[in-house]
């Protein structure tokens, strides 16, 4: 159990770092794909690792669920950016804001879909490990 723990604690990381550097990529609606990609990802290696089938449609449309949070700092960045015009430095505090809400956010959501797993584990697992030794 405590592997097990461990082992979804290192995808969430993993997935969080690649995220953040998505974050950086300067376009917004590919940032926003390329975070969906790595979520989507995520959700299936969590999956795999608690011995549970996740389909690839049905983690799409989940990775896209939970990311509409995403959408929101995209768009803001964009609005700002668009409003300060073309100074680098904000183009660069743009990109370092989405870069580090999309860690953030992609962390969160590992650790919801984690807890998630965690808490509908089968009953004879439940059982078995309240059993006394």
């Known amino acids: 159990m405590a592997f097990r723990t461990a082992a979804a604690r290192l995808v969430i990381e993993r997935h969080s770092n690649m995220a953040a550097f998505a974050g950086l ?77 999309a860690a953030v956010l992609v962390r969160i959501i590992g650790e919801a879909y984690l807890n998630s797993l965690s808490e509908s584990r089968p009953a004879r697992h439940a059982a078995a490990s309240a059993a006394p030794a």
Do not use: F, N, Y
């Not at 964009?78 to 660069?92: D, H, K, R, S, W």
């Open 25 to 101: 990529i300067p376009l917004p609606l590919v940032d926003i794909a390329a975070i969906s990609a790595i979520v989507d990802r995520m959700l299936r290696k969590l999956a795999h690792l608690h011995g549970r089938r996740l389909r690839p449609e049905r983690s799409r449309r989940m990775a896209t669920a939970l990311l509409a949070g995403v959408a929101a700092p995209g768009i803001a960045r964009l609005t700002a950016t668009t409003l300060l015009g073309l100074v680098p430095a904000a183009q660069m505090l743009g990109m370092v804001v989405g870069s580090i809400s």
